[in-house]
C-alpha cells in the first residue's frame, strides 16, 4: 500500500473534526496537487497546487468549468478518456505527461459513489525527475500521454530534446554520439544550440534542467500541445 492509499484509508476510517483536519493538511502538501472531477470532466474540487500546476493560477476559481474548455483540444480529449474509463471499470490508472516542460505523474482512481449519484474520479498529481520508469500504486497500469506541452523548451527541435534527454541521463557528450550514431561535432552543435535557446551553456546545468523536466528520448516523438493560460 503507498502513502497515497494508507492517507486516503486513515481519512476514510476517521469523522468529524479529525477527517476534516487529516483532509485539511493532505490538500495543502506542496507539490501535490489534487482535483476531483466527474467522469465528464466537470471541475468539482481543486487545491492550489493543482491549479499552479496545470493552470498557471494558483489564486484562480475554476470549479465547475469542464477541462475542454480549460487545455488544448487533443490533450483534454485523452484525459476525458481516462476518467470515463476510470469510472466504468472501477480501476484507477497512472498517467506519465510532461507538461508546460516538467515531467508528472497523475494517479485517477473512482470515489465511492452512493446509488443515482454521479461517480467521481479523484486525481491526485505530483512532479516527478529523472528518466527512470515510473512506480505507480499497487494496481495501478501506467498510461503514457501521446501528447507533451513543453513549456520553455518549446523551442527546442525534436532531436535537440533527444540530446537534451540524454544528457539528463548523464551521458557525456561522446557517449550520446555514440548512442545516436552521429559525430561529436554534430552533437556538440545542438548542445550548444540548447544552450542558446535556453539561455544556459553550462553542460551540468543543462543536464540538472533535463532530469528536473524528467524527459525521456521516446517524448520527442510524441505530438505537441501549446498551453494558453485561461482565464479564471
Known amino acids: 500500500m503507498t502513502a497515497d492509499d494508507r492517507l486516503l484509508h486513515a481519512t476514510g476510517s476517521l469523522e468529524g473534526s479529525a477527517a476534516a483536519a487529516l483532509c485539511e493538511a493532505f490538500v495543502k502538501v506542496p507539490g501535490v496537487g489534487i482535483a476531483v472531477l466527474s467522469g465528464k470532466g466537470e471541475i468539482i474540487y481543486e487545491n492550489e497546487e493543482i491549479r499552479r500546476m496545470y493552470l498557471d493560477a494558483p489564486q484562480g476559481d475554476f470549479i465547475g468549468r469542464r477541462i475542454p474548455e480549460l487545455f488544448p483540444p487533443d490533450w483534454a480529449q485523452e484525459r476525458l478518456r481516462l476518467l470515463q474509463r476510470v469510472v466504468s471499470t472501477g480501476q484507477g490508472v497512472a498517467l506519465r505527461e510532461?507538461?508546460?516542460?516538467?515531467?508528472?505523474?497523475?494517479?485517477?482512481?473512482?470515489?465511492?459513489?452512493?446509488?443515482?449519484?454521479?461517480?467521481?474520479?479523484?486525481?491526485?498529481?505530483?512532479?516527478?525527475?529523472?528518466?527512470?520508469?515510473?512506480?505507480?500504486?499497487?494496481?495501478?497500469?501506467?498510461?503514457?500521454?501521446a501528447f507533451v506541452e513543453l513549456g520553455d523548451l518549446s523551442s527546442l527541435t525534436p532531436r535537440e530534446l533527444v540530446v537534451l534527454s540524454l544528457l539528463g541521463q548523464g551521458l557525456t557528450l561522446k557517449e550520446i554520439a555514440a548512442t545516436l550514431h552521429r559525430s561529436f561535432k554534430t552533437v556538440d552543435n545542438h548542445r550548444s544550440a540548447i544552450g542558446r535557446k535556453l539561455n544556459q551553456t553550462d553542460r551540468l546545468m543543462l543536464a540538472r534542467l533535463a532530469t528536473q523536466a524528467g524527459l525521456r528520448v521516446d517524448d520527442a516523438r510524441l505530438e505537441r500541445v501549446k498551453f494558453r493560460k485561461p482565464l479564471a
Open 98 to 145: 510532461v507538461w508546460r516542460g516538467k515531467q508528472f505523474l497523475a494517479t485517477m482512481r473512482p470515489i465511492p459513489s452512493e446509488p443515482g449519484e454521479e461517480p467521481v474520479v479523484l486525481i491526485i498529481s505530483r512532479p516527478i525527475e529523472g528518466s527512470e520508469p515510473v512506480t505507480p500504486p499497487d494496481g495501478f497500469e501506467v498510461v503514457e500521454s
